[in-house]
């Protein structure tokens, strides 16, 4: 069973008391007590998609730092190219869009660092015993830290339908090899009847698979190019973009959930997690916009089993109201494959209990 330690807190609290409380959970983990002297440690975050406010703010990321440099350790900031076209495709444009969002040497005290490269292809492969996988890409950075603090904002998802710690690892811990291995199964196409021509989606196709017909003035979608990143869904305002939601999105999050247990592979032991539920959206923070909150802010969870803090995660979301968080995404009933399968494969517990720490300034 796993242990989960939860703060009740608001993005409208006091900083300070954000701060106190963001290093009163790491603390609880016992995470500190594992570190080495000049231990590398990988602090994997988001640093915000362009337009996106979704992320975890740089000066709470900061507390997680200065809490590792006093047991002597490096830490660093990292994440990892996305799969499809964009400001964080290649780690030239990924580095300046985190310091316009704040992410700095100055503020953080600590670097920050692209885990898989230049263009997404610094990796190694890490063998598991999956059902998907024998072997995983991962990115390079991740593969040769002592240990991992993963920082999560808990959102929905498109195709996952929610995003936490195993996603973070998983799909954020892969290099560009690893996303398209996760991706690669399904295959979108354009409802001609909502299609409206506006040529929206055109440049986030990473592999230039949609074009527009000469005759209708629609979007049509090359299904042996496209690799299934999902991003054209996402792009479209128009509802035009009809995917395969049913078995395809179960075995892509089990091979996200195979890719997490290669990211965590050999530092189980040195590997912790921080979730915000914080700015809650119905979509993901790769989304290039401002997605308005479904729900109030709840707090703060951390543990050292990523499945039992996801689990925890979804459970306070929904019982902020009743099936809230489901609905908000558009589905009366959420599937948790990632949870189950990631258990089965020894991540972690589905069970946990719940400690609530108050924090006082």
């Not at 990988?42 to 996106?52: D, P």
């Not at 290099?175 to 399904?186: D, E, N, P, V, Y």
Request: glycine share 8%; hydrophobic share 40%.
């Amino acid at each position: 069973m796993g242990q989960v330690y939860f703060t009740p807190l608001s993005l409208q609290d006091n900083p300070e008391k954000i701060k106190k409380a963001i290093a009163i959970l790491f603390q609880c983990t016992g995470f500190l007590d594992k570190i080495q002297p000049q231990d590398l440690i990988a602090i994997k975050i988001h640093f915000g998609e362009e337009g996106n406010q979704g992320y975890i703010r740089p000066q709470y990321a900061a507390v997680v730092a200065q809490a590792i440099q006093t047991k002597h350790g490096k830490p660093f900031f990292t994440d990892t190219n996305t799969l499809y076209a964009g400001r964080r495709s290649n780690a030239v444009d990924h580095l300046v869009l985190a310091y316009e969002h704040g992410f700095t040497p100055e503020v953080l005290g600590s670097p920050v660092i692209i885990a898989d490269g230049l263009l997404g292809n610094a990796e190694v492969k890490v063998k598991i015993a999956g059902h998907h996988f024998k072997e995983v890409p991962i990115a390079r950075e991740l593969a040769f830290c002592n240990g991992i603090v993963s920082m999560n904002h808990f959102k929905g998802h498109l195709v996952t339908h929610f995003g936490g710690a195993l996603k973070n690892l998983g799909m954020g811990g892969s290099s560009r090899a690893g996303k398209l291995l996760q991706h690669s199964s399904l295959k979108p196409r354009v409802k001609e009847k909502r299609c409206v021509g506006c040529r929206a989606c055109l440049p986030w196709c990473s592999t230039q698979s949609i074009s527009i017909g000469s005759d209708k003035n629609k979007a049509f979608i090359n299904p042996e190019t496209c690799i299934g990143c999902g991003q054209c869904l996402s792009i479209c305002q128009h509802n035009a973009i009809a995917f395969n939601w049913n078995e395809s999105s179960e075995i892509l999050q089990e091979k996200m959930v195979e890719h997490a247990l290669g990211v965590v592979k050999g530092k189980e032991a040195k590997t912790t997690h921080l979730t915000f539920l914080t700015h809650i959206t119905a979509e993901c923070d790769c989304l290039a916009k401002n997605e308005p909150p479904v729900m109030q802010d709840i707090g703060i969870i951390a543990s050292n089993d990523p499945v039992a803090i996801d689990q925890a995660a979804l459970d306070l979301a929904n019982q902020k109201e009743s099936g809230a968080f489901g609905k908000a995404t558009g589905k009366s009933h959420l599937p948790v494959n990632q949870l189950s399968y990631a258990a089965s494969l020894g991540m972690g517990s589905m069970e946990y209990t719940l400690k609530t720490v108050q924090v006082q300034v």
